[in-house]
Structure formats: structure tokens, C-alpha cells
């Protein structure tokens, strides 16, 4: 693996905990899901080219939305059954 995809996939985990952190320290809920769809636009823009680059995407975009999804829970923003 070379040192260019080394650099894209610590962007992508550095950016996923920089959007939470920011989403934390801004009380926002929504922007967070603006990295999330990023992170959808890379995976599919890389898909075929750098797997590894479309896994690690996708998986910062799950962690994002678990992320939006555990604080809404947790706030009792939407009752769960």
C-alpha cells in the first residue's frame, strides 16, 4: 500500500472524529451528516478503483450516523419503543 493511500485513509478517520468533535462542541446535530454524505461520495467514487479507500469510507459514515443516531436516543429526541 502506498503512502498515498495511507495519507487518504488517516483524512478519513482524522475527519470523522473531527465532525463529531465539532458536532459535540457546536451542539449540531446536522452537521456531522454533511461528512457522512462526503464519506458516501468518496466510497463511491472509489469504489472500484480503492477498495480499501471505499470500506474505511463507508465505515466513518456508519460511525457518524450511529454517532447522530445514539445522541438522539440518548436525548429522548425520538421515543423508542
Not at 5 to 11: G, H, N, R
Not at 12 to 25: D, M, N, Q, Y
Request: hydrophobic residues 70%; charged residues 10%; without cysteine.
Amino acid at each position: 500500500m502506498n503512502y498515498e493511500i495511507q495519507w487518504t485513509l488517516l483524512l478519513l478517520v482524522l475527519l470523522a472524529i473531527f465532525a463529531v468533535w465539532l458536532s459535540i462542541k457546536m451542539q449540531d446535530l446536522i452537521y456531522p451528516l454533511v461528512y457522512a454524505w462526503a464519506f458516501v461520495g468518496v466510497a463511491v467514487k472509489r469504489v472500484g478503483e480503492y477498495p480499501i479507500i471505499t470500506l474505511v469510507a463507508i465505515v466513518m459514515a456508519i460511525f457518524i450516523i450511529v454517532y447522530v443516531l445514539y445522541i438522539i436516543v440518548k436525548k429522548k429526541l425520538i421515543k423508542v419503543v
